[in-house]
């Protein structure tokens, strides 16, 4: 609830201010549209609020101008609506390129708006939605990129933090240690899938929750680019954030690393062998360092730093296990998440 409470008040507040510019400053009667396409703007989330702003005006606008044309030649109704839908569609398809055409925002408002003009048409509602989505449009940018801009390093390391706790889960799970500190209340879950098939079940389950973090991270790294890009206040932290960011990209390839390391063990568990206790200790170790890092405060002590990075090139400097070509494949597995691991320390990345 902390996280939200900031966005939902700038939400509510654009809400008002552009109610009332549309209302009394600019005159409208009904400017219902002008607080909707501010709220919606800005909604929940600090993430990406600049695009969406943009693409909730341009969509509006193109499905108020498909429906302002087409509104003398097919009248009202549901024949009428059925039309500027398919129609405002096709458009928004054919033109949503790029920064525009990302994510559903673009395509929704064109075709909401397009219904909106037949369905409520009277003399001027068209040109009085467009100002308003205008309005709103405005207001939600100078709010949510003007006065309050997202904190692009909050955005990164709370991102990279979740990705961290589901990659900590996965190597829970296989080396059978107590992850601890689900920060999103999805643990119960996970056991209940590894109850009921140990095998596929648990590892498909694990693979989305993955990637479902590596989604959000990449939307946190798109706003924070754009954050000291476009947001005055945050101009000032170009050079900082660019550097971060660069180092949160390495969290790609550990996920992937990860992820290879699970199914090595899966298959060690289908052809019913036994992790040895030493490839049991580079997954101890592995779980030790994520954790780490998962829990410390950002930036990341040095000590914390240090630790890690003493932990993985310990890790990486022992012998290859000669028992059996199972034990050698795992503990190269378990290297190359070593290695990442070592790639994602800021000192590695600078």
């Known amino acids: 609830m902390q996280d939200v409470a900031s966005p939902v008040a700038q939400a509510a ?6 109610w009332f510019i549309a209302r009394h400053v600019l005159g409208h009667p009904e400017p219902f549209f002008a607080p909707i396409a501010a709220a919606v703007a800005l909604s929940t989330s600090h993430v990406q609020r600049a695009r969406r702003s943009v693409q909730m005006v341009v969509g509006v606008l193109l499905g108020i101008g498909i429906a302002e044309l087409l509104h003398p030649l097919i009248g ?9 839908v398919l129609v405002a569609l096709f458009a928004a398809v054919a033109l949503g390129i790029g920064f525009v055409g990302e994510g559903m925002m673009f395509f929704n408002q064109a075709a909401a708006s397009a219904v909106l003009v037949i369905a409520l048409h009277r003399a001027g509602t068209g040109s009085e939605r467009a100002v308003d989505a205008l309005v709103g ?9 003007g006065l309050f801009p997202a904190d692009p390093l909050k955005l990164l390391w709370g991102a990279e933090r979740g990705v961290l ?12 240690i107590e992850a601890g500190g689900s920060d999103d209340g999805d643990q119960g879950e996970q056991e209940a899938m590894a109850a009921a098939d140990p095998d596929m079940g648990w590892a498909l389950s694990a693979s989305h929750e993955v990637h479902a973090r590596l989604g959000a991270l990449t939307q946190a790294r798109s706003t924070a680019r754009a954050s000291v890009r476009i947001a005055p206040r945050r101009i000032p932290m170009r050079a900082t954030v660019e550097i971060e960011e660069r180092r949160v990209a390495g969290i790609y390839l550990l996920a992937s690393a990860v992820l290879s390391l699970m199914r090595t063990t899966l298959e060690l ?3 019913g062998g036994q992790i040895e206790p030493a490839c049991a200790l580079d997954l101890s170790d592995l779980a030790d360092a994520l954790r780490a890092l998962r829990d410390a405060p950002r930036p990341w002590p040095q000590t914390t730093v240090a ?15 000669a028992s059996s070509p199972e034990a050698a ?5 378990s290297r190359a998440v070593a290695a990442d691991v070592l790639a994602l320390l800021p000192d590695a990345a600078d």
Do not use: C, K, N
Request: hydrophobic share 55%; charged share 15%; proline share 2%.
């Open 269 to 271: 568990d289908r052809r």
């Open 165 to 176: 706790g589901a990659l900590l889960r996965v190597l829970a799970q296989r080396s059978q």
């Open 329 to 333: 494949i795992l503990t190269s597995a």
């Open 307 to 321: 630790e890690v990075g003493g932990r993985m090139y310990g890790l990486l400097g022992r012998e290859l296990p």
């Open 137 to 145: 449009g405005a207001v939600a940018l100078v709010i949510g990129v």
């Open 76 to 84: 009202s109704g549901g024949f009428a609506i059925g039309v500027v």
């Open 13 to 18: 507040a654009a809400a008002a201010l552009a």
